[in-house]
């Protein structure tokens, strides 16, 4: 029984309104800095409400931040990342709920375990790998006395290297795995009577079934992925060919290091180039990613 009060149904709106206000309120100021020009922005107070050269500071800050390219490795990077933990999660939690094997929560459990050992903390042995993807294997060849030499895989500045070493998702397995445990085990004994193997279950059931918890994962990802700056900026030093858009916007802020003043108001619209395709998949994708995370279809 929900009891519907006037009193905290309008404390509850005036809430959600002041924190919209207060969500917004950074939003609006670097947009303001962003239209206004370079003695404008830099004035005590700076102004509140939007300038003439919104257009103009945008133009500039796309030239000077080379955001044709840079964008585009982010969009790359961000949706190769995606793909491979939406794969990886739903290939991991399947193998966990649908195959009786010994170990297999002790396998779930030291998944999820990762969750405490973000990527800063595993930063220099992740490096180490990705500067030679191989050598784990060849220590172990020669722990054995193989005599094989393999050859040497460097990821460093390159597409893999930005991608492949951030696949791996605890959170996305863990997603599924609640999501499989919600599937009534008739539709997989249906599918087993229909001939339907593991693959084609997979492929033809389960996966359909969770359309909404894929785009809820695909929001996070995407956005978590698209938002990287420390590993991007280890192992890229090609930057012009492999920088990402979070890397570009350091460079448009010289500071005193370059002896020139900080360009706040191109700085301020380079923010909003960045920002613009996350805003843009989380709208797109705001319906479904409601759905995955708070309904439970079956």
Known sequence: MIE???????????????????LLIPFWIVFVAASHDFHTVNQVPMPLWPGDSFFENMAVAWERGNFGRVMLNSLIVAGGVTLGKIVLAALSAFSIVYFKYRLRMVMFWLIFITLMLPLEVRIVPTYAVAADALRPFQS?????GIGINLPEWNLLNSYSGLILPLVATATGTFLYRQFFLTVPDELAEAAKMDGAGAVRFFLEVLLPLSRTN????????????WNQYLWPLLVV??????????????????????????????????????????????????????????????
């Open 4 to 22: 519907r009060t006037p009193l905290l149904d309008l404390f509850t709106h005036l809430l959600l309104l002041a924190s919209f206000v207060a």
């Open 214 to 225: 894929m785009a809820a994962l695909a929001t996070i990802m995407f956005v978590w992925s």
């Open 237 to 298: 030093t090609d930057h012009q060919n492999f920088a990402t858009a979070t890397m570009q916007l350091q460079k448009l802020i010289p500071g005193p290091l370059f002896g020139e003043p900080p360009v706040w108001n191109i700085a301020m619209a380079a923010n909003l180039i960045v920002l613009a395709p996350p805003v843009l998949v989380t709208i797109l994708l705001q319906r479904w990613f409601v759905r995955g995370l708070m309904v439970t279809e079956k």
């Open 140 to 144: 172990m060849i020669d722990l054995f």
